[in-house]
């Protein structure tokens, strides 16, 4: 298993869209077991396979406290979303330190592809509902932090910039 790196936002790959997954095998079941232990490690409750700058359509989620209930997701997809919204403070590995509302479908209903090539549906609300709809944004080449107003998305791009440039120079 392996510890990969992952890509920090405003990181123009971030912004890609991933591809479908043909068929599942071995070379899928290696970076399934690799996103799992790069989530753990992080630690994070999810990660997207764009995070890693691999643009193939697999997400692993596990909300558990006792870290044992990994679901990985392949092509997943969103087939029925409720009217009603929550707001959620949303945090994410590629954007270390931010942490802002969010305010998204409270339910959906996800069919995704598992490691044994099963096709599957399950509904998800909570932290599982959130988790869920911002790895497929992941997959879509969208970062939580362009669900806020512009205002913040320029005030956040200038601080992490200030940042880079403070690195550059110690
Ligand atoms: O996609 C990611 O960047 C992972 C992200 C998932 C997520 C969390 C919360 C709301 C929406 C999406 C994270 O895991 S951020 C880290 C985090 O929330 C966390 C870390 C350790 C324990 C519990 C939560
Ligand atoms: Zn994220």
């Given at each position: 298993?392996?510890?990969?790196?992952?890509?920090?936002?405003?990181?123009?790959?971030?912004?890609?869209?991933?591809?479908?997954?043909?068929?599942?095998?071995?070379?899928?079941?290696?970076?399934?077991?690799?996103?799992?232990?790069?989530?753990y490690d992080a630690p994070g409750v999810g990660?997207?396979?764009?995070?890693?700058?691999?643009?193939?359509?697999?997400?692993?989620?596990?909300?558990?406290?006792?870290?044992?209930?990994?679901?990985?997701?392949?092509?997943?997809?969103?087939?029925?979303?409720?009217?009603?919204?929550?707001?959620?403070?949303?945090?994410?590995?590629?954007?270390?330190?931010?942490?802002?509302?969010?305010?998204?479908?409270?339910?959906?209903?996800?069919?995704?592809?598992?490691?044994?090539?099963?096709?599957?549906?399950?509904?998800?609300?909570?932290?599982?509902?959130?988790?869920?709809?911002?790895?497929?944004?992941?997959?879509?080449?969208?970062?939580?932090?362009?669900?806020?107003?512009?205002?913040?998305?320029?005030?956040?791009?200038?601080?992490?910039?200030?940042?880079?440039?403070?690195?550059?120079?110690?």
């Open positions: 298993m392996a510890l990969l790196q992952i890509l920090r936002y405003p990181d123009p790959r971030l912004h890609k869209k991933a591809k479908r997954i043909a068929r599942v095998d071995d070379r899928i079941r290696t970076l399934a077991a690799d996103m799992a232990e790069t989530m990660l997207a396979a764009t995070q890693i700058d691999v643009h193939e359509r697999m997400v692993v989620i596990d909300i558990s406290e006792e870290k044992n209930e990994l679901r990985v997701l392949i092509n997943p997809e969103i087939i029925a979303s409720s009217d009603e919204a929550s707001v959620y403070e949303e945090g994410c590995l590629s954007v270390p330190g931010v942490y802002d509302d969010v305010e998204r479908p409270s339910r959906v209903r996800v069919r995704a592809m598992n490691l044994e090539g099963e096709i599957g549906e399950f509904e998800a609300e909570g932290l599982l509902g959130v988790c869920v709809q911002h790895e497929i944004d992941h997959l879509n080449g969208k970062v939580f932090v362009q669900h806020l107003s512009m205002l913040k998305q320029t005030r956040l791009k200038a601080k992490l910039r200030k940042q880079e440039r403070e690195l550059e120079r110690a």
